[in-house]
């Protein structure tokens, strides 16, 4: 089965401009998570999607937003990038929302913004 | 809101020796736990998850959990070390309402030969 890609593995961007990241949920799933993993810290929860419909975010502003489409796969947009969006921002699938459903990881995007 | 500790940001342990990796967490239920472990320029691998069925979780590559409800901890260990072990390691607990994972700040494991 084929896992949870992301696209792309690293990008460089200057402050004010926009990005999308790209994921590839697993073959199977219907959930997809965000997560932005500054250096020296753990993983922080941007929001999650089910089924297409967002389904719970983290404290992040406004300019972060998603979208799932109908196969499953997912973006992740960042609008007026400031110097603090530099971190790894990993997409995550599982098959379903439930609490003890497993997330299955991409190797995310390394973000720098300078 | 939950939310989790972990002791040490950095553990270093001789190649063959015992591996413990300290998890308190908060939670007003229940919880749903989970160790992954992150190698560099990589992504979380899960290594083991604590769903209430049984308190000693195995996982992958030898490493276990026990879960302590008195305690609030989900320590995991591994009896003897190996240099592939050398990774970060992140504790975390689910939210109520679902998946949506809360992650301690990790430690990262050296292991020396």
């Known amino acids: 089965e084929t896992g949870v890609t992301q696209s792309p593995t690293h990008l460089i961007k200057t402050r004010g401009q926009q990005v999308t990241l790209r994921c590839s949920s697993q073959?199977?799933?219907?959930?997809v998570s965000w997560y932005q993993q500054a250096l020296g810290q753990g993983p922080q929860f941007i929001f999650q999607y089910y089924r297409e419909e967002e389904n719970g975010r983290g404290n992040f502003p406004p300019r972060f937003s998603g979208l799932q489409f109908p196969n499953y796969s997912s973006e992740l947009n960042v609008n007026a990038l400031e110097l603090d969006d530099s971190a790894l921002y990993l997409c995550a699938s599982s098959p379903d929302s439930l609490s003890n459903s497993p997330l299955h990881f991409g190797n995310g995007t390394r973000l720098t913004v300078t | 809101a939950q939310s989790v500790t972990q002791l040490g940001s950095h553990v270093s342990v001789s190649e063959g020796a015992l591996v413990l990796l300290r998890c308190n967490y908060s939670s007003s239920v229940p919880p749903y736990l989970f160790w992954y472990v992150q190698y560099p320029n990589q992504g979380l691998q899960l290594l083991l998850k604590?769903?209430?069925?049984?308190?000693l979780v195995k996982g992958i590559n030898g490493f276990e959990a026990e879960f302590k409800k008195s305690e609030t901890s989900f320590h995991l260990t591994k009896p003897s070390a190996h240099m592939s072990d050398a990774a970060e390691y992140f504790c975390a607990v689910s939210e109520i309402d679902g998946n949506k994972l809360v992650f301690g700040a990790g430690t990262i494991l050296r292991v020396k030969s």
């Open positions: 604590y769903t209430s069925a049984a308190t």
């Open positions: 073959s199977g799933h219907n959930t």
